[in-house]
């Protein structure tokens, strides 16, 4: 099993930044994948950027520009910076990693309020 910790969430003003942090912990052997995913309220959930254990990274339309999303593969854990904040990016924020099987772990997720 692997137990991830996210923290960094809050409230933050229109134009404002926030960085997120996810700490992997457990059976942390083979983890190639690690994201953020994100889930507003009545929405599905959907994907922000993702980051592989090489440092290729992949990042939604909608936060191209916006968001950088970067690894200490030292500390295991997968960061998430977030400038220039709309409100649209309100949501709670979930930490996602998987194995090179696989195997996909999810975060309890952190709550995003961007305010007007």
């Given at each position: 099993?692997?137990?991830?910790?996210?923290?960094?969430?809050?409230?933050?003003?229109?134009?404002?930044?926030?960085?997120?942090?996810?700490?992997?912990s457990?059976?942390?052997?083979?983890?190639?994948?690690?994201?953020?995913?994100r889930?507003a309220?009545?929405k599905?959930?959907?994907?922000?950027a993702?980051?592989?254990?090489?440092?290729?990274?992949?990042?939604?339309?909608?936060?191209?520009?916006r968001?950088t999303?970067?690894?200490?593969?030292a500390k295991?854990?997968?960061?998430?910076q977030?400038?220039?904040?709309?409100?649209?990016d309100?949501?709670?924020?979930?930490?996602?990693?998987?194995?090179?099987?696989?195997?996909?772990?999810?975060?309890?997720?952190?709550?995003?309020?961007?305010?007007s």
């Amino acid at each position: 099993q692997v137990q991830l910790v996210e923290s960094g969430g809050g409230l933050v003003q229109a134009g404002g930044s926030l960085r997120l942090s996810c700490a992997a912990s457990g059976s942390i052997f083979s983890i190639d994948v690690m994201g953020w995913y994100r889930q507003a309220p009545g929405k599905q959930r959907e994907l922000v950027a993702t980051i592989r254990s090489g440092g290729s990274t992949n990042y939604a339309d909608s936060v191209k520009g916006r968001f950088t999303i970067s690894r200490d593969n030292a500390k295991n854990t997968v960061y998430l910076q977030m400038n220039s904040l709309k409100p649209e990016d309100t949501a709670v924020y979930y930490c996602n990693v998987r194995k090179s099987q696989g195997i996909n772990y999810w975060g309890k997720g952190t709550l995003v309020t961007v305010s007007s």
